[in-house]
């Protein structure tokens, strides 16, 4: 049946560790802040930091894009977080929780979309068709909450952060994860760390990550990135 397969997916393809070495797609990186500790944390609590890691990671990698634009006079390329929810219910949550006054003096409710099979007719209609614009410059969106419902051509260069919720093993989070957002959007690495990285967000899946991207059968090798919570809150505050 779906998903039965896992390894003959693309992902683990020889072609794909070739493309990631000769820098023709981004390179993943698996995320995790310095000193996590989820011992007496709340599912929710985990996925709340995981959740404004993400978009403070995210946030970073917005302005250097910016600036990577100005300095090579290339056009602007507007970055998206996609944040992997269980279920429909749970995708509902997180939105709200994205919409609120809580997070990010709630900057980001007019930018959230939540894309799932509850939507029927015109309301489906508008969620593809707001899918299919989270590219364009101009386009508001910067979060996509999904569950399982991006079909394989479903093809953006734009995708920078994904924050994963669900409980998947190592290789197919990763493998969902390194699937969608892989493409670089000038086509090749251009030299700048933010601009050719796609960052997994997966603090209390870290380790676990990164043990099987370094089995001796796993062609992808994982970039890790440890965020220094001190540091993050200091970037992100210097840059409003």
């Not at 985990?46 to 600036?67: A, F, M, N, P």
């Not at 959230?112 to 299919?132: H, Y």
């Not at 992808?220 to 200091?234: C, G, H, K, M």
Request: hydrophobic share 35%; proline share 5%; glycine share 6%.
């Amino acid at each position: 049946g779906k998903g039965a397969t896992p390894f003959n997916n693309v992902i683990y393809d020889y072609a794909l560790g070739r493309a990631i070495a000769d820098g023709f797609v981004k390179e993943p990186a698996v995320v995790t802040r310095k000193n996590f500790n989820p011992s007496g944390m709340s599912k929710e609590a985990i996925e709340e930091l995981k959740l404004s890691d993400g978009v403070r990671l995210h946030e970073q990698t917005k302005v250097q894009l910016e600036t990577y634009a100005r300095e090579s006079g290339r056009e602007i390329v507007k970055p998206f977080v996609l944040v992997i929810a269980r279920d429909t219910t749970h995708a509902a949550q997180l939105k709200t929780l994205i919409e609120s006054d809580d997070f990010f003096e709630g900057r980001y409710r007019e930018k959230v979309i939540q894309v799932d099979s509850s939507k029927t007719g015109a309301e489906e209609e508008k969620m593809i068709s707001d899918l299919l614009t989270v590219e364009h410059g101009n386009d508001p969106t910067e979060i996509v909450i999904h569950v399982n419902m991006l079909k394989e051509g479903w093809d953006v260069t734009n995708l920078y952060t994904i924050v994963p919720h669900r409980d998947a093993n190592a290789r197919i989070l990763i493998e969902q994860s390194i699937g969608r957002g892989l493409r670089l959007p000038y086509g090749k690495r251009v030299g700048v760390p933010s601009v050719d990285r796609l960052n997994i967000v997966a603090h209390d899946r870290f380790q676990e990550i990164v043990n099987e991207a370094t089995q001796p059968d796993s062609p992808i090798r994982l970039q890790t990135v440890v965020l220094d919570p001190e540091e993050i809150e200091a970037k992100t505050k210097t840059v409003v």
